[in-house]
């Protein structure tokens, strides 16, 4: 779903295509974490999984706050922090993996809950509920910056905090 997403971003900057762009994002944020769950749930987890599934979350979070940024609903300070936490951490871990796989952590996993929830509330396509809304939506990204930057300290300093 995530040209389908960054497409209607791109070109469709209006209600409706905010709209779909908005429930596409949600639904496949929905399905990752229904996938994750029913793996756990029958032991069905891999280290490829575990490998495979933030690099995932990561294309469709990462293509959509570049789409916002380009819009110019996201700033591309926000942007470029939380892309560049991910590239260093996602290249750490591929540089790793062969002595140790470095799964997903409960901050990880909340950290990208809040990307989730803060491009969608950027993406959502509600400016007429009021400055308050576009302001929340604001709020929600540079909070969720700086969990996605100390989640990131926490990979590579664990015993540390």
């Known amino acids: 779903m995530v040209p389908i997403v960054l497409w209607l971003v791109l070109d469709y900057w209006d209600f409706w295509g905010r709209f779909i762009a908005l429930v596409l994002l949600v639904l496949a944020a929905s399905t990752d974490g229904i996938d994750g769950a029913i793996a756990r749930k029958r032991n069905l987890v891999s280290d490829l999984g575990k490998l495979l599934d933030p690099i995932a979350d990561k294309a469709l ?94 990979i590579l300093w664990p015993s540390k905090l």
Request: hydrophobic share 60%; glycine share 10%.
């Open 61 to 154: 979070l990462s293509g959509s706050l570049i789409a916002l940024s380009i819009q110019g609903a996201v700033p591309w300070v926000a942007t470029a922090l939380i892309l560049a936490r991910e590239l260093f951490i996602t290249v750490y871990r591929l540089v790793v993996a062969k002595k140790r796989v470095i799964g997903a952590t409960g901050g990880g996993k909340f950290k990208t809950v809040m990307q989730i929830i803060a491009v969608s509330l950027l993406l959502a396509p509600f400016e007429a509920l009021g400055a308050w809304f576009v302001g929340l939506g604001q709020a929600v990204l540079w909070f969720t910056v700086v969990l996605t930057l100390w989640s990131g300290v926490k």
